[in-house]
């Protein structure tokens, strides 16, 4: 793998997931509306190099283009480069209900979407899960199981999952 950035270890994951949490609850207080929290499906130790930063980069602007369609706007932005990987906040007009079923059809219809992990959130309910709007579990890069099982499982090796999704990445940029 070329990366950028040096392995993270499970330590730097989760105190980079705390103070995720932590960052989108300010944001929410902040702007009290809901909130589009955005990473990178980054399997292995590998969580930023010039791969992820391109998919993050696509994200943003099909994200955006999303919210231009539906007549959203974007109130706020952020982003984080981190060795841990990218992390992009949008603070957006709207309801949460269709934000979320907007960023699922934007996860299971674009190219790269299933390489992208679309967070909405908002105060009294904090992140909304697919399930709770009727959307299957996401599916495994590699095969028809869900990612949440195959993940647990370890059914496929770092190597065979970034290389499904440099495969995808290139197919979309040919």
């Not at 702007?31 to 391109?54: D, M």
């Not at 959203?72 to 982003?79: F, N």
């Amino acid at each position: 793998m070329n990366g950028l950035s040096s392995p993270v270890s499970l330590t730097q994951l989760l105190v980079a997931r705390e103070q995720r949490q932590q960052q989108q609850q300010v944001l929410l207080k902040q702007w009290q509306v809901p909130l589009l929290s955005v990473t990178a499906v980054t399997p292995g130790p590998i969580k930023n190099n010039t791969v992820y930063q391109q998919i993050m980069h696509i994200a943003a602007q099909a994200i955006k283009q999303q919210l231009a369609q539906h007549r959203l706007t974007v109130l706020y932005s952020e982003q984080h480069n981190l060795i841990t990987g990218e992390e992009h906040y949008y603070c957006v007009s709207g309801t949460a209900d269709k934000l979320k079923q907007w960023m699922v059809y934007l996860e299971e219809t674009h190219p790269l979407g299933r390489l992208w992990d679309i967070d909405v959130l908002d105060i009294p309910r904090g992140i909304l899960s697919r399930r709770q709007f009727g959307y299957q579990a996401r599916r495994c890069l590699l095969c028809e199981q869900s990612a949440h099982y195959c993940a647990r499982a370890k059914q496929h090796s770092v190597d065979e999952l970034y290389q499904a999704i440099t495969d995808l990445l290139a197919r979309y940029d040919a």
